[in-house]
């Protein structure tokens, strides 16, 4: 099984990026599939994952699924800043109940950089 993040880059204050996370080798369901993000010098945090966000990115980001693909999106807008990070995509298998904690997932992606610039 592997997860493949990309889409991410340098983007400026206000500007917008789309990730993607495409998974080969087992196709996972709708509530599977999640989103974090690691900040130098901070704990790896919980972004998106079915319909729940981080406060700081509610009303910029959406989490969305292509299934025919087996890949999730992180649409990203307005982007500040803070949001500067190396993001995660991750898949639980099974599906748990709870879902914005690290041990959660079973599978991870590689990791995309974006920097936002002021």
């Known amino acids: 099984v592997q997860l493949q993040a990309s889409g991410g880059g340098l983007v400026q204050s206000g500007g917008s990026l789309r990730l993607s996370c495409a998974a080969s080798?087992?196709?996972?369901?709708?509530?599977?599939m999640g989103w974090f993000r690691q900040a130098p010098g901070k704990e790896r945090e919980f972004v998106a994952a079915?319909?729940y966000y981080l406060d700081s990115v509610k009303g910029r980001f959406t989490i969305s699924r292509d299934n025919a693909k087996n890949t999730v999106y992180l649409q990203m807008n307005s982007l500040k800043p803070e949001d500067t990070a190396v993001y995660y995509c991750?898949?639980?298998?099974?599906?748990?109940?709870?879902?914005?904690?690290?041990?959660?997932?079973?599978?991870w992606g590689q990791g995309t950089q974006v920097t936002v610039s002021s």
């Open positions: 991750a898949a639980q298998s099974p599906v748990r109940v709870t879902f914005s904690r690290i041990y959660e997932y079973d599978y």
């Open positions: 079915r319909t």
């Open positions: 080798g087992r196709t996972f369901s709708n509530d599977a």
